[in-house]
């Protein structure tokens, strides 16, 4: 069956700029989490979304915000890009709660 | 506790050697823990689970203990190959109204040489 599906692989905006990202997850699997990868930070959780509605959220500015469509699709949203937002975008999916994590290969952002 | 960047721990082993790589984690609430691997220029990969209701859990050529009281987790790698090089998390969840929410290790750099 198809992975977990990131849209696109590389991107490179300018500061201030803004960004969507996408993510499908593997069919039947309702909850989508993204996460941003630093070499600094490692990966950090930013949010989770399950039928539709954010159910968690992590640590980071109203700059980064998401959406899941009722196709378990999602995508976020970063707004206003500063340097620092350059990073590896990681969504995973789940069938349930605590049921494995499955991610994809990522979106590698780049912010000049 | 939250993932914090640092110099990544490396452990270099031959091939045909068993790995051991650890993780200790900091919340007590946590009840489900994953390994995943990750290569270069991809996303992590599952690789076991265990919940806290368990102690050890073993997976093809991987084991996953878990000892809650000294809330320390730990991969061992059978037969390390060559293949098997790439950066390892450890990751937790805390049940209740965690959901999705992952908080990973710092990661481990496994090297396995010929």
């Known amino acids: 069956k198809a992975g977990v599906t990131q849209t696109p692989r590389y991107l490179i905006k300018t500061r201030g700029q803004q960004v969507t990202l996408s993510c499908s997850p593997i069919s039947g699997h309702r909850s989508v989490s993204w996460y941003q990868q630093t070499p600094g930070q490692g990966l950090q959780f930013l949010f989770e979304y399950f039928s539709e509605t954010q159910r968690n959220k992590g640590n980071f500015p109203g700059r980064f915000s998401g959406r899941q469509f009722s196709n378990s699709r999602s995508e976020m949203n970063v707004s206003t890009l500063e340097l620092g937002d350059s990073a590896l975008y990681l969504c995973a999916s789940s069938l349930r709660d605590n049921y494995g994590y499955t991610f994809g290969s990522g979106t590698r952002l780049t912010v000049v | 506790g939250e993932s914090v960047g640092l110099h990544l721990p490396t452990l270099s082993v031959q091939e045909g050697d068993n790995s051991i790589i650890n993780c200790a984690y900091s919340n007590s609430a946590s009840d489900y823990f994953i390994w995943y691997k990750q290569e270069s220029g991809k996303g992590p990969q599952f690789i076991i689970d265990?919940?806290?209701?368990?102690d050890k859990r073993q997976g093809q050529r991987v084991t996953v203990l878990l000892n809650k009281t000294v809330k320390h987790l730990s991969l061992q790698i059978a037969a390390t190959q060559p293949g098997d090089s790439a950066v390892y998390f450890c990751?937790?969840?805390?049940?209740?109204?965690?959901?999705?929410?992952?908080?990973f290790g710092q990661g481990t750099i496994l090297t396995v040489h010929p």
């Open positions: 265990i919940r806290s209701n368990m």
């Open positions: 990751a937790e969840n805390a049940g209740g109204t965690s959901y999705g929410k992952l908080t």
